[in-house]
């Protein structure tokens, strides 16, 4: 089993989790040919993941056939806090939502 993080990424957790659901129990090379298909920006990032995690077991073992994606658990991360202007001297909190992302292969 190898597992890789990728901390607070800058897209929201429910959009990631659409990718995820997608590539959750797939082989890893279909996964990465499902992955260069989808039109969705949280699939650079998770691709990218997915060829980190293999370069990694590449280095480790060397033999990279036969892995799959066990699991992928997307979970929040911080929330980055910003404000904005409003009338007669308010101020309007703006969330912007992170996540974070785990990816096992076996």
Do not use: W
């Not at 699939?43 to 590449?58: C, D, H």
């Not at 658990?73 to 308010?90: E, L, N, S």
Request: net charge positive.
């Amino acid at each position: 089993m190898y597992t890789v993080h990728l901390r607070t990424l800058r897209i929201a957790p429910r959009k990631v989790r659409l990718v995820a659901a997608l590539i959750r129990g797939m082989r890893a090379d279909e996964a990465l040919v499902s992955l260069n298909m989808q039109v969705t920006k949280a699939s650079v990032p998770m691709k990218k993941l997915l060829e980190s995690a293999l370069a990694n077991v590449k280095d480790q073992k060397g033999d990279v056939s036969g892995l799959r994606i066990t699991s992928v658990t997307v979970g929040d991360g911080p929330r980055i806090k910003r404000f904005q202007p409003r009338a007669f001297g308010r101020a309007f909190l703006i969330m912007h939502k992170t996540c974070h992302v785990t990816l096992t292969l076996a």
